[in-house]
């Protein structure tokens, strides 16, 4: 049995999507990008970006009752893989220990335009 969630704190699914799917204890959460989803604004530079998109996973988790400690694996996407080293140092902010599995990926584009998007997998 599946489990549709959403919160209004990350941004709304631009596409027939959820923002995160429950199943079997286990949280799949759609990529994230980065829009601010209060006022629909994306922050300039690598560094913001990623920074809100974790923000908006953050949501997504804490409205499902997980938290970056249930998470075991993200998928990092970027439009350009000079920005890795930059991301990662956000990132490694929000994962301190027992870290994730984690792939990153440069792409030819992204959605509006973003820098980067990410998406999650949380276990209870």
Same mark, same amino acid.
């Given at each position: ?8 704190? *990350? ?36 560094? *913001? ?32 893989? *000079? ?38 997998? *949380?276990?209870?």
């Amino acid at each position: 049995m599946k489990k549709v969630i959403h919160t209004e704190n *990350a941004p709304k699914a631009i596409g027939p999507y959820s923002q995160a799917i429950e199943a079997n204890g286990m949280l799949f959460i759609s990529g994230q990008i980065p829009v601010n989803p209060a006022t629909g604004t994306v922050p300039e530079g690598i560094t *913001a970006q990623t920074e809100q998109v974790l923000k908006n996973v953050e949501a997504i988790l804490k409205e499902a009752g997980y938290g970056f400690e249930n998470v075991i694996k993200t998928t990092c996407l970027l439009s350009d893989i *000079a920005n890795f080293k930059a991301m990662n140092e956000v990132y490694a902010k929000y994962y301190t220990k027992d870290c994730p599995a984690r792939a990153a990926f440069a792409v030819k584009d992204l959605p509006m335009g973003v820098l980067v998007e990410i998406e999650t997998i *949380a276990a209870k």
